[in-house]
């Protein structure tokens, strides 16, 4: 199962793709009801002023976990996708989603709920519920749109939740001690320069074709990461460190299952294969068009092979 596949890569992480109306996905939302997803995501501690609140955590939680496993390109998206719907429909996903009546939450509500959700206590409930699936055998019993290949496909992205013009928390001299703010400098040597702070996640998900569900969702730290580079290889370098870190931490999990990363030509190299082959983890890495060229005019040279 690993391959470096040299072709074309296509980024659909902004498309907007409908909840399909299929059997598989009326299985998966009434297999969460069974497992009471929306009651373990009630359990997450609530710290907005109770007299303001519309939607519960619960529910603005599972519309971020819908927004995953819909595979909507954002909020809005699904925001977009629900008004869509046929009332019949959205009706169900919205009795799922513990909303009551036709108002919708604007996608700032979601991430002002779940700014300060403890994500080690996310993270127990997303892997506690995937276990849950398997020990239940819910991919099993839909090999063939749930477990392509007999193996689990893993990807990841990096996600920015937040930007703060100044600093959110602060040391005795007022200086910015949150650790996972990513500082970057704008307009540099110029009379603008400024300096704003964000926040990155990196989000593990198990794709199939018509959905993925959120596996472990990482907080980067300034530690961890050069951020004085560009947003792009700031991203890039988030996403290669937190594969480092979460991957060992799902294969625990899971010692079992067959896994398989998917990932694009950042995934290209020799540190991080020698992880999935530790891991026991295959790999699907695709390059994009005229990057990685000396890996490129090699995987064209072993083409011509007869093995290949």
Known sequence: MNKIIVENFANNSNSQKNPPENVDIAV???????????????????FRQQAKITYSLSSLALWAFATCIFRQGSKNALHTTLEQLSPEHREGILHFLGIAGKTLPHP?????????????KLNEMLLEMFGQMNKRKIFYNHA??????????????GYHLHTYTHPHAVDEHGNNCCPHCLPRRHNVGTDKESVSWGHTVITFVFIC?????????????????????????LKQECELNAAHIVLPLI?????????????????????????????????HIVRKENSLTTLGKKCDELAKLDLY
């Open 28 to 46: 998966l939302i009434r297999f969460m009801r069974q497992i009471k997803i929306p009651e373990l995501f009630a359990t997450l501690p609530d």
């Open 108 to 120: 700032s509500t979601v991430d002002d709920a779940l700014a300060y959700v403890n994500y080690e």
């Open 144 to 157: 063939a749109t749930l477990l392509p290949d007999n193996t689990y496909y893993i990807g990841t992205d």
């Open 209 to 233: 074709d018509d959905f993925k569900i959120p596996l472990y969702v990482y907080p980067l730290k300034a530690q961890q990461v050069n951020t004085n580079q560009s947003d792009e290889k």
């Open 251 to 283: 294969r625990k999990s899971f010692p079992k299952l067959h896994f398989t990363f998917l990932g694009d030509g950042l995934y290209a190299n020799r540190p991080f294969i020698r992880l999935c082959n530790h891991l026991n983890f295959g790999y």
